[in-house]
T-cell receptor, first 115, second 110 residues
């Protein structure tokens, strides 16, 4: 069974631009969560999607948004990029969602650098 | 909000010894607690889950304990090997939002 895939793996953008990251979950998984990981803050929860609906959201500004498609693939978008948005963005999938204590399977991440 | 503390300093141990990593939390007790391993440049990989009504869980050389009174989980790797070198993250949830610790970097020295 293929694992979670994320594209692109690396991205360089400049301040003020916007970016869209993509995540394909494991087949059969309906929940996709997004995380931002930085050396200082660790792994921080952005949002979770389940069956095309945002089920939960972390404490990030509205510049961070996401969506999920009917095939469970998910995208996240960051508008008006800031230097502090430089991070590793990870997505994780599970069958029913993180709230049920299920194992989350993480992708390799997208490394975003904002100049 | 839930706060989690893991040793921010790296833990260096000799091969063959038992590594013990600590995860302390504040506020409410989580419904469950998970431990993940993360290698550089890769996403975390799930290792073990322990629920609030469980005291201990084992899987091969790994053992996790959960003390809701102390608000602490300990993660043990027995007979450690250089291949165990990685960053280990704990994650907790009760109110439908998983919170991760910043992780402890473990270095097993041959």
């Amino acid at each position: 069974k293929a694992g979670v895939t994320q594209t692109p793996r690396y991205l360089i953008k400049t301040r003020g631009q916007q970016v869209t990251l993509s995540c394909s979950p494991i087949s059969g998984h309906r929940s996709v969560s997004w995380y931002q990981q930085t050396p200082g803050q660790g792994l921080q929860f952005l949002f979770e999607y389940f069956s095309e609906t945002q089920r939960n959201k972390g404490n990030f500004p509205g510049r961070f948004s996401g969506r999920q498609f009917s095939n469970s693939r998910s995208e996240m978008n960051v508008s008006t990029l800031e230097l502090g948005d430089s991070a590793l963005y990870l997505c994780a999938s599970s069958r029913s969602g993180q709230a049920l204590g299920e194992t989350q399977y993480f992708g390799p991440g997208t490394r975003l650098l904002v100049l | 909000s839930q706060k989690i503390e893991q040793n921010s300093e790296a833990l260096n141990i000799q091969e063959g010894k038992t590594a013990t990593l600590t995860c302390n939390y504040t506020n409410y007790s989580p419904a469950y607690l998970q431990w993940y391993r993360q290698d550089p440049g890769r996403g975390p990989v799930f290792l073990l889950l322990i629920r609030e009504n469980e005291k201990e869980k084992r899987k091969e050389r790994l053992k996790v304990t959960f003390d809701t009174t102390l608000k602490q989980s300990l993660f043990h790797i027995t007979a450690s090997q250089p291949a165990d070198s990685a960053t280990y993250l704990c994650a907790l949830d009760r109110y439908q939002k998983v919170t991760f610790g910043t992780g402890t970097k473990l270095q097993v020295i041959p």
